[in-house]
């Protein structure tokens, strides 16, 4: 049974310059490097206590979605983050997706003035589990000067293992089935391309969902070389279902696959 516990509010560079916080060890920002097209590489770094984990953007049955704020930051004209392919676990009978012990979340980011530093203010608010789960808001700041190259290795390595586009996937949506309901609409999407699909396999569905809405991700099924995803998004008021707007990712042994749109 996990318990949830506490509330902190930080704010600092460190986490760990605060009171010490069960599981947590730090949150940091890396300040990474300026590419010579002027995207600065950045990446903030949660580290934990061993057995620890947090979790990814979709984190699963009782998991804890992270949320992340940067409008107080300065110099920015576009700030993407680049996640890290996460680990899929099924304990006390739940199935959550996020990283044990570490996470390091890398940050590409365009400046509106390249000349200038990039002041990086961002909040945080995240949860952290292990027997007991403890959900987290913190606000850490770095300024990301022209000239860095701090971190550069193990951001790169990193992004070996980041989210692969759709594009460049031997997988592809070849059916896209969406049935409006009473509150929202069903997700029905069909994906072929391997010889057979690992029966670890899993496919989850995002869409960007008002306040009060929310989706209930349902098992991805598999027969021969056929994966189906299914989930339904309880969303109202449903005046438009932009299909555009669905992000669907394939979980595979090795690699992930991020679909933007469910066009078929």
Excluded at 65 to 94: D, F, M, R, T, V
Aim: hydrophobic share 40%.
């Amino acid at each position: 049974m996990i318990l949830l516990v506490l509330l902190f509010n930080i704010v600092g560079n460190s986490v760990f310059s605060q009171s010490p916080i069960i599981g947590l060890k730090s949150v940091d920002i890396i300040r990474g490097w300026r590419q010579n097209d002027d995207i600065h590489i950045a990446a903030i770094n949660i580290k934990l206590e061993e057995g620890w984990k947090t979790y990814w953007r979709v984190p699963g049955i009782g998991g804890i979605a992270p949320i992340l704020n940067w409008e107080k930051s300065k110099n920015i004209k576009n700030i993407s983050l680049i996640w890290p392919k996460p680990n899929i676990y099924n304990e006390y009978g739940l199935q959550t997706i996020g990283y044990k012990d570490e996470l390091l979340l890398p940050i590409q980011i365009q400046p509106i003035d390249k000349k200038q530093p990039i002041h990086l203010s961002i909040t945080i608010d995240f949860g952290i589990c292990s027997d007991v789960c403890v959900p987290i808001q913190t606000t850490v700041e770095e300024k990301l000067p022209e000239r860095t190259s701090i971190g550069k290795k193990n951001i790169l390595d990193t992004l070996e293992k980041a989210i692969l586009s759709g594009n460049k996937s031997p997988i592809k949506i070849v059916k896209c089935n969406i049935v409006p309901i009473k509150d929202g609409f069903e997700v029905n999407a069909f994906f072929e391309g391997l010889a057979s699909f690992d029966k670890d396999t899993l496919g989850v569905v995002e869409y960007p969902v008002k306040q009060n809405g929310w989706i209930n991700q349902k098992a991805s099924k598999i027969s021969s070389n056929q994966l189906s995803v299914h989930a339904t998004v309880y969303h109202k008021p449903i005046h438009f279902i932009d299909r555009s707007d669905l992000t669907l990712t394939i979980f595979t042994k090795n690699k992930a696959f991020e679909f933007d749109g469910c066009m078929s």
